[in-house]
């Protein structure tokens, strides 16, 4: 059987889909960190968008690199035990589809994050509430938890227990109304913040990293975390 190594970096969601799955499956994998400030010259060579995660598969003397997070997902469900994709094509397709629906949603967080004020930082807010209303909708019409796929724990749950990961962060810094009055995705975020895999798929400092990245961002964010007596939620 081969051996794997993830190239990650500590913050990225993408290697986290990646390293939850390997750790669901029971598969021995390396780590290997990279700073993506300082991107080390071997990564080009793997890395033919300069994006991690990539898993490297190494097999009868071979290295081969695999890029994009979903394509690594998929190369795992072709090669490795105990399934994270429901057995009909049909379910199969919907997850993919929430699997990029989960993509877009990272979007909608680093637009938040990154919004220069008060008024984009509102904006970036209410689209991801309403992007997370239709979460609550389709978690209402099609399971009764406590993952997305009802009992089974699937690739959906792998793309967002690392989007959840994002509010342990922001709740202190304020209620921003993104997840309010949602009791099936916050019964979702909670169950997949107590799996082990999702647990173990970044390092014990990561909201420490992740406060450090947001106070670097110069953005709206970062002026809510400077000024906590006067921060206000923003909806
Ligand atoms: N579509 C890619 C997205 C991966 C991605 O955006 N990775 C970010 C880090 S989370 C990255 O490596 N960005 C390159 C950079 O910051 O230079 C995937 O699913 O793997």
Known sequence: MSELTLVSH???PYVQRAAISLTEKSVP?????????DKPDWFADISPLGKVPVLVVEADGERTPIFESAAILEYLEDTRPHPLHLAD???????RAWIEFGSETLNGIARLYNAPDA???????N???DMFDRIESELAAHQSGPWF???DFSLVDTVFGPIFRYFDVFDPIGD???????PLVNAWRSALAARPSVRDAVVADYPDLLRDFLLRRRSHITSLMREPATASPAL
């Open 10 to 12: 500590k913050l990225c």
């Open 29 to 37: 994998f390396e780590r290997r960190w990279i700073d993506l400030s």
């Open 89 to 95: 094509a049909v379910s199969r397709a919907r997850h």
């Open 119 to 125: 008024e984009a930082f509102t904006a970036a807010a």
């Open 127 to 129: 689209k991801l509430a």
């Open 149 to 151: 796929a009802g009992e």
């Open 176 to 182: 921003f109304g993104i997840l309010r009055g949602k």
